[in-house]
């Protein structure tokens, strides 16, 4: 893991692999950004170097530098910012957190990095830091130590500020959030035939040990006790059973008072499509089937560390969907929890099934507000592509904080009507209801389905996570190549900022 610190050193003399500068877009190229602590000398000598180099100052543009006359690093990295804000306003978070994870990836093999960006309040520091701990992320799961990659171990954020306590408290926050979001990717990144239900579960025990969440397993049996149809119909055709994990936070101070957020997370761990089966193009990635299960997990455990005065209970609907003599067919007709009958059409859309039986359990709770984070449809990435996630809701102004809670994380989330239409497209001749309609509009129809399953004066809000959950194309930013951990920092910041 790389470990972060925060120092007032001077840029010129930290003792560091490499130093990380930024610079902006100006008239002609670029130009360093202002407050890099820097002599007027040096800054000449790197003003030359940009201009030589024909740099553009453009967003995430890289450049490197060796034995630069006046700095102690043995060598300095060029980060792009893109225009500089007017009016002498800050730099946006999200500006600096894609700059510091920019400049760290590039830096894989040098042990020890030192960044100075722009901004010295505890939101810019803090944005920088969760930058470059994200940027900093490998997975070597499946690697032997030879083959492994060389992560950047230390990183080192060079402010003014660096004694403040509201920037000491930012910067440990972005450490927090960064282990848990690097836990999810962990976990999607991990292969199908290693991550099941079972394993899934237990790797959630384990990360939970010596923590304040209870974790509980639903296994086959207590499923169908409890009369979860929708998961047991997905998992029944595999050799690994389903599972619902159970994770439980209760703020100590606040106690019967704190208000109560349920989150709810799909685990499919691998999805075949079923009978329903995927062309095998369509299967290559579908171990990342499990990311929401997987940001819930470690949103929960981050905001027992935060120790945030809000009860969190998380669902993490965990089963494995595969064609086999025992799978469900289409024309099957299931009970969900709560006694809903559902007929399956195709067994392909088995994301919803899971997560109704988790959301009904959620609701027996009486939380105050429950979310559902979910790899849902393919019709959400036609909709809305690889790197914005899909905001549905049943109450307009819970929708719009959890929007504001994306906005402050930096993920993207763009909401999303529920037409009263396409409710009757779920009509069925001989259950209560199907769990597919009609083809068009899939985004909102998984949702419309969804809604069903939900306490009645419950705020509810979907997030269908499909396309920004894992990145096949090239890194970008922080983000990595696989998977992403897109939703773990929404989750967080609206558990910070939530109120009934």
Known sequence: ????????????????????????????????????????KVADVLGSALASLDAK??????HRLPAVAGITAPLVV????????????????????????????????????????????????????????????????HRGDSSAKSAVKAVVLLTPTARDRAVRAAVKRAGLLADAQNFTRDLVNTAPNVLFPQSFAESVKARATGSTVKVA??????????????????????VHPPRIVTMTYKPVRA?????????????????????????ATGMVTMKCDMAGAAAVAAAILVIAELGLPVAVTGYLCLAENMPSSLAQRPGDVVTM????????????AEGRMVMADGIVLA???????????ATLTGAQVMALGLRTGGL????????????????????????????????????????????TGERHGGMLTAAQFLREFVPEGTPWAHLDIAGPAYNEAGPFGYTPKGGTGFGVRTLVRLAETYTR
Not at 5 to 22: G, H, I, M
Not at 57 to 62: N, S, T
Not at 339 to 347: H, L, P, Q
Not at 363 to 373: H, N, S
């Open 1 to 40: 893991m790389t470990t972060l610190t925060v120092s007032d050193r001077s840029p010129s003399d930290v003792k560091a692999d490499a130093l990380v500068l930024a610079t902006v877009r100006a008239d002609e190229g670029a130009t360093l950004a202002p407050g890099h602590g820097l002599d007027r």
């Open 57 to 62: 100052g453009a967003v995430e543009e890289v």
């Open 78 to 141: 060029l980060v792009g910012l893109g225009a500089a804000p007017e009016d002498d306003a800050s730099y946006a978070p999200e500006v600096l957190r894609r700059a510091a994870g920019a400049a760290v990836r590039a830096l894989t093999g040098r042990p020890k990095v030192a960044l100075s960006l722009p901004g010295t309040t505890a939101e810019a520091v803090g944005a920088a830091a969760e930058g470059a701990l994200f940027g900093a992320y490998e997975f070597a799961g």
């Open 217 to 238: 397993v639903m296994d086959e049996k207590a499923l169908a006790k409890a009369g979860c149809g929708g998961i047991i119909g997905v998992g029944q055709g595999s």
């Open 255 to 279: 106690g019967s008072r704190a208000p109560h957020l349920a989150f709810v997370g799909k685990g499919i761990t691998f999805d075949s499509g079923g009978l329903c089966i995927k062309p």
């Open 337 to 348: 929890r709560g006694g809903k009958t559902v007929e399956i059409i195709n067994t392909d």
């Open 363 to 373: 609701g027996e709770k009486r939380p105050d507000a429950i979310v559902d984070i």
């Open 392 to 435: 549905m809701a049943n109450d307009d102004g819970f929708r719009d904080s959890v929007r504001a809670a994306a906005d402050d994380a930096g993920e993207a989330m763009w909401p999303m009507p529920l037409p009263e239409e396409l409710r009757t497209g779920l009509d069925s001749l001989v259950a209560d209801l199907k769990h």
